[in-house]
């Protein structure tokens, strides 16, 4: 199982990126997917997530950012608007993935993709 998180860049504030984290690989479903940042010098936070059960957001993005899906969630989207300095960071993306239907759901991790806010 691979993900592949897309998408980062260098923006200005309150400007606009969007990210992608595709899963591929030997999936059978996928319960949950969410992103997380990392800024320099600090440890990882969680940004949004999505389930079957809706989506959820970290305080600090709540009305800028979107995470969205398709069905599968084999492609999750977070749409990032009014972006802010302190919004810079490393984002990467976490799945929770059942490889096989007897199998138990495993955490999976996309190496990151780097949003750069300039002031």
């Known amino acids: 199982v691979q993900l592949q998180a897309s998408g980062g860049g260098l923006v200005q504030v309150g400007g606009s990126l969007r990210l992608s984290c595709a899963a591929s690989?030997?999936?059978?479903?996928?319960?949950?997917v969410a992103w997380y940042r990392q800024a320099p010098g600090k440890q990882r936070e969680f940004v949004a997530r999505?389930?079957?059960?809706?989506?959820n957001y970290a305080d600090s993005v709540k009305g800028r950012f979107t995470i969205s899906s398709n069905n599968a969630k084999t492609t999750v989207f977070l749409q990032m608007n009014s972006l802010k300095p302190e919004d810079t960071a490393v984002y990467y993306c976490?799945?929770?993935?059942?490889?096989?239907?007897?199998?138990?759901?495993?955490?999976?991790w996309g190496q990151g993709t780097l949003v750069t806010v300039s002031s």
């Open positions: 999505i389930s079957d059960s809706g989506t």
């Open positions: 976490n799945a929770n993935i059942r490889r096989t239907f007897y199998g138990s759901f495993d955490d999976y």
């Open positions: 690989g030997s999936i059978f479903s996928i319960s949950a």
